[in-house]
Every structure is written in C-alpha cells, then in structure tokens.
C-alpha cells in the first residue's frame, strides 16, 4: 500500500503588499522550501495533526512569482516549540500589563497630590512623603523592570538611559529621603514626586497602546512634548533635595566613615553627595539628548511643500 501523502494545516493571511503563510508543525527537521514559477512547494519532517510524519503541499498562486520578491514572502514561518506569533503575543500582554500596573500606580499618586494640594494648598507640602511614600516606593522598585527589559531584548530602549533614570530616581527616594526624617518633611519631596509622577502620566498608557497598535495623537504628542519642561524640573528638584540634605548628612553623620590606619581620614558622605550633583547633570544631558532624539524622529523630519 502506497505511503499518504500527509499535508499538514497552512494558514493564510495578506495585506497590501505582502504574504503571510504558517505551517503548523513542531519539531521541523530538514525544511525544504522552494518556488517554481508560480508555485510554492514544502516537505518536511515534523509533529502536526498526524504525528511525527514528512509533510508537504504545493501552493499555487494566481500569477507568476517574481525572482525579486521570493525573499519578501519570508519563505515560511515554521511552527516550533512555540511560534513566533504566540510569542510575540506574550511579549506585548506581558508589556501591556506592565504598563497599565505603572500608569494606575503614578496617576494614583498624582491625583493624590493635586486633590490635597486643592484642598490643603501649601500645608499638603510637608507630609507627602509619609502619604505617598509607599506606593512611590513600589512604582520605583517595579521600573528596575525596564532596564531588565531594554538589557534582553524585550523593549528596544537603549540600557543607559533606563539605567541613569533608574539610580537617579531610587538614590533620591531611598537614601535623601528614606533614610533621613529629616528630609522625609520638607516641601521638596512634593515637587519631586510630581514632577516624577507628571511625566509618567503620559509615557506609560503611550506605551500601553503601543502594545495594542494603537496611536492616540494626543497622548502620543504629550508623551514626547511634556518631558521638555518636566525634565529639567524633576532634575532641579532632585538637585535641591541634595543640596538640603549635605547638611542633615554632616550633621549626622550617617553613611560617613574614617579611612583605617595610617591615613586616618574621616570621609564625609556630604563629599559624595556633591560628585553626585555633578553626575545629576550629566544624566539630565544624556537622557535629554535621548529623548531629544526620539521626539526629532518622530516629528522633526516634515515633508517639503512642492510649489
């Protein structure tokens, strides 16, 4: 008895100008793909309804296949252990929920501030962080995830920009004002917080319908417009915090310490916290230059009126 020629499920989708066919198999060994005139012919050996089998088909197309355009078929996307389709679909879920988790976090606290700033007006100032510190906290903590992202490929952000915002920001929250109560109380840690939270109102839902596809002009104009005149003040924010914390730091002299024998030197932390000033700046300048870029990108380059 002759062997069946076993064909295996062939999906089909098109746009425009291109052709999108999946082959539902796993495990694929020795693919062989080819195009003849107008017909496209497969075999191979893989799992698929019938088992572990050699699969093929023959697709015809209506027209003759150019030798310029074989490549932008994409020959096949072969189904393995997990297609790139459900991959992807991950990856932008995983995104999506990221995200959202951060945008309700942000806007949580700034709707918290703006609402007591009505009500309270400049007292509201002075106990923000024993308001808002927990959730700044967790927001905080949770944006190490981005840098992770942009270091394995997730995201195609480049790392450093990630990387500076990332210490700049926890350095503030966690030692200025986590470790000092002295600095838990002024009026500097509001104007930090919202100028933080101010900017990730509008960058994470940018990012959340990314993942989706979607593009609101609006928001997506916000996202990279706001940052201008944020930017630089959520910097001379973080700068003042500093400054006001050199000398709760000698004061106290926390996170200070004496250089062992035969030096004897004491070293202040005040004297890293002004090498930190100088590194602040220099952050602001990489990362404005980063996001300079990527707004000239998106709207710098406009088309010529012809006359």
């Not at 480049?158 to 004002?177: A, D, Y």
């Not at 926390?254 to 004897?264: A, E, G, I, Q, V």
Request: hydrophobic share 45%.
């Amino acid at each position: 008895m002759e062997n069946q020629v076993l064909t295996p499920h062939v999906y089909w989708a098109q746009r425009h100008r291109e052709l999108y066919l999946r082959v539902e198999l796993s495990d694929v060994q020795n693919p062989a793909i080819s195009i003849t005139e107008n017909v496209l012919h497969f075999k191979a050996q893989g799992h698929g309804a019938k088992g572990d089998n050699v699969y093929e088909f023959h697709l015809e197309f209506l027209d003759l296949v150019k030798p310029e355009e074989e490549e932008r078929l994409n020959k096949l996307r072969i189904e393995s252990q997990g297609s790139p389709e459900t991959l992807t679909s991950l990856k932008k879920g995983y995104l999506f929920m990221y995200n959202l988790v951060q945008f309700l976090g942000f806007s949580w606290i700034f709707v918290n501030m703006t609402v007591r700033f009505f009500i309270l007006g400049k007292e509201s100032f002075y106990d923000t962080f024993h308001t808002l510190a927990d959730m700044m906290y967790f927001c905080q903590m949770l944006s190490a995830v981005e840098m992770i992202n942009a270091a394995i490929g997730v995201t195609k952000s480049p790392v450093m920009p990630s990387l500076i915002q990332l210490c700049g920001r926890n350095f503030i929250l966690f030692i200025i004002f986590g470790t000092m109560e002295e600095m838990q109380n002024k009026a500097v840690v509001f104007f930090v917080f919202y100028s933080w939270s101010a900017i990730e109102i509008f960058r994470y839902p940018f990012y959340m319908l990314s993942c989706i596809d979607m593009d609101w002009k609006v928001l997506t104009w916000l996202r990279y417009t706001v940052w201008i005149p944020l930017y630089p003040l959520g910097c001379l924010a973080e700068a003042v915090s500093v400054i006001q914390s050199i000398p709760v730091f000698n004061e106290t002299g926390r996170f200070s310490f004496t250089l062992p024998y035969p030096l004897k030197i004491k070293v202040r932390f005040s004297f890293f916290l002004q090498i930190y000033l100088i590194l602040l700046f220099l952050g602001l300048y990489i990362n404005f230059r980063h996001l300079y870029k990527q707004r000239r990108r998106r709207y710098g380059q406009k088309k010529k009126k012809v006359h």
